[in-house]
């Protein structure tokens, strides 16, 4: 938890995508984030975190749904969302906190 805790401290927004691997979703989940981090290059950082290898955090979180997105800065939670989402919208709301 304690590295948990550093990931989110930073000053650039974090994007963290919690997964299951048993999804089908997943893969094509993949490449979205993939085309994410690479359009937002050095100004976030895009994070999967596997629920199921991480069952404490996601349980101190909370996390339900599968997939769900937590945008942190500072340390602080700015945006939380559980389902699908394309890669244009997870870039605008990345965007606003850089």
């Not at 989940?29 to 955090?57: Q, Y």
Request: hydrophobic fraction near 45%; charge should be negative.
């Amino acid at each position: 938890m304690a590295k948990f805790g550093e990931l989110i401290s930073s000053d650039i927004p974090v994007l963290i995508d919690f997964f299951a691997d048993w999804d089908d979703e997943e893969n094509s989940l993949h490449s979205i984030l993939r085309d994410v981090a690479a359009a937002l290059g050095d100004k976030a950082k895009v994070i999967k975190i596997d629920m199921d290898k991480n069952e404490t955090l996601a349980n101190a979180l909370r996390i339900k749904g599968n997939p769900t997105f937590i945008i942190y800065k500072n340390g602080e939670m700015k945006w939380r969302q559980s389902g699908d989402q394309d890669a244009n919208t997870l870039i605008s709301l990345v965007e606003q906190y850089v």
